[in-house]
């Protein structure tokens, strides 16, 4: 297998990048990352020494035709697409990097692996696109039609539509997969828990949107990792697979439970993190509850999630507790250099 790994210096790209290259070492996987605001190279520091000859990085644009066809063209068999504008706030602001990157590259990486001839190509979506659900609602299916509510998941709803019209008219043998909101490791600290996890260390303010009682379904990053090995490898071509935790929590539950444990680690009274949440004013269009119903993935792939909620928060309050650093450093902006001493980036 060569597989290309599309944004893998983000989150969740980073940790699969990680995950697959210690759990194939047969492989080889080209990483292709624009190194936009939350690619950071950062997260793979050590990945080419330990996979010396397998890992390569490229710092390019998935809406390039030209660069990523010449990608495609150096023997790729199989496609991860992780590279997306993926901050709903953001996309209030400004909808246009989404339409370029999450619907536009969509289909630049759909055409050129096609030409290529990859056999198979996995299209990392979200539970975002089926919309939101009321309190006792039954959880998203495979079959929910779609309600994109923002325009961040408006985007990627339609790169999905893309991506199963490209199965349904040539054959290319697509997969997609939708998943549950991830935490973990080296997760850029603009999302709720890093910003959360950091804000708390350093004393500041812990602001939680309306009434904090929007609900979501947790699952660690690994667990997500394994899954979408799990499809890349043995996924149905055309099918769809949702990927859960199976941790429905409010945003104010989710942030207490992380505060006690990082009480419990540093040794500090709960109250006096506690005391630092602040209610803010809601943000336009917030759903109010997803919930996903993952027996598709169960049943005919056999996933299971390994990491509950207590054991995840206490491995990621304690990951970002021994790396200050690499957080810092993003919000300050340094990590933007590091790219240009190992790589000579722009």
Known sequence: MKLLVTGGAGFI????????LAAHPEAELLNLD????????????????????????????IADPDLVQGVMDQGITHVINFAAESHVDRSIVSAAPFVRTNISG??????AARRAGVERFLQVSTDEVYGHLGPNDPAFTEETPLAPRSPYSASK????????????TYGFPVVITRCSNNYGPYQ??????????TNALEDSPLPIYGDGLNVRDWIFVTDHCRALDLVLQRGEPGRIYNIGGRAERTNLELVEAMLEELARIAGRPAAEYRRLITFVKDRPGHDRRYAIDDRRLRLELGFEPLVG??????????WYLDHRTWWERIKSGAYRQYYQEMYGGG
């Open 13 to 20: 790209g980073s940790n699969f990048i990680r995950y697959f």
């Open 34 to 61: 624009l190194l936009t605001y939350a690619g950071n190279l950062e997260n793979l520091a050590g990945v080419e020494g330990d996979a010396a000859g397998r890992y390569a990085f490229i710092q390019g644009d």
């Open 106 to 111: 969509v289909q630049v990486l759909l055409d």
């Open 157 to 168: 709803a339609a790169a999905d539509l893309l991506a199963l019209a490209v199965f349904q």
């Open 188 to 197: 850029f600290p603009e999302k709720l828990l890093p910003l959360m996890i």
């Open 309 to 318: 909620l207590e054991t995840g928060l206490s491995r990621t309050v304690a």
